[in-house]
């Protein structure tokens, strides 16, 4: 199939290369939608996010891109914005003010520790692990059910078109070190925000990023967690969560091979503004 993907990262934030080495890279590969998707600022210092400065720049390099690249591939002017309780959402009124193609909403923060500084959801395990026994007493629980009721807050405040890595919180978890995802309060927990999903009319994204860095074995969310979400009519969309141009496409073939599997038929991409269904094939055309 002809890939699209809406997850992508140049060097306006965390990632790596130009924007205009990500679209080439992307035409190499034969991607005819491409979404750039840097990190919104956050309203604390952080390395991995824009600032004010580099926003605006990114807001306007991006939409000349699209018109200089328009004959060879549809380029699209994202953001990839944090909800963090009472302090950012993607539901605020600067970001409709941007005229963004589309926002992903995603979560990358559970609660703070006693110096007011939040536990990263995606840091690594070292930190992780600190940040647990630190804020949450060792319970793993309590640490999940924090970072599913933030996605459930962000989801009723709206704002976005895609829900960003669904199961984050699963990164330090190989070989099951700190919860099995069969277990029951686990599954309770995000099949309820399943059908709040299902409601709320958001895309999915099946990213392949986990992988691509060697932290997980499987996309975000878990193959079970798209099993039902193709039971109870919830859109995917397959996007790689790119941080440099050589990643654009980073696992697809294999993703779309499990989706296939599964049972998918589609996926969804953005055209005109609107989200319609693209047939799901393993090979790229």
């Known amino acids: 199939m002809v890939w699209t993907n809406f997850h992508n990262h140049c060097h306006y934030d965390d990632g790596k290369g ?12 034969n991607v005819d939608i491409l979404g750039f998707s840097c990190h919104a600022p956050l309203p604390f210092d952080a390395l991995w996010t824009m600032n004010t400065d580099s926003l605006k720049e990114y807001l306007v390099v991006i939409r000349k891109l699209q018109k200089e690249y328009e004959k060879k591939i549809k380029i ?24 963004l193609d589309y926002s992903i ?14 536990m990263p959801v995606d840091a690594s395990d070292e930190y992780f692990e600190l940040g647990l026994k630190t804020i949450y007493n060792g319970n793993i ?21 895609i829900l960003g890595h669904f199961d984050l919180i699963k990164k330090n978890n190989k070989n099951n070190k700190y919860f099995y995802e ?12 399943l059908e709040q999903v299902k409601n709320s009319g958001h895309i999915i994204e099946v990213n392949t990023g986990g992988m691509t ?3 997980i074995d499987t996309t975000y969310p878990s193959p079970w967690i798209l099993s039902e979400c193709l039971k109870i009519g919830i859109p995917i969309t397959l996007t790689s969560d790119s941080h440099s141009p050589k990643t654009v496409i980073s696992g697809f073939e294999n993703a779309a091979k499990s989706l296939l599997d599964i049972g998918y038929k589609e ?16 090979k790229q055309l």
């Open 141 to 161: 629980k309590k640490a999940v059910e924090t970072y599913y009721r933030s996605i459930q807050e962000m989801v009723d405040l709206d704002g976005f078109d």
């Open 105 to 118: 909403g995603s979560v990358h923060h559970l609660d703070c520790d006693s110096k007011g500084q939040y």
């Open 182 to 193: 069969d277990e029951k309060w686990y599954k309770d927990i995000v099949l309820e925000l």
């Open 213 to 215: 860095r060697n932290y």
């Open 76 to 99: 699209l002017l994202g953001l990839e914005i944090d909800y963090i309780p009472n302090k950012i959402s993607p539901s605020i009124a600067e970001y409709k003010h941007m005229n």
């Open 267 to 282: 996926i969804f991409v953005l055209r005109e503004r609107s989200w319609v269904p693209r047939a799901l094939t393993s």
């Open 18 to 29: 130009t924007p205009e080495e990500h679209i080439k890279e992307a035409i190499n590969q």
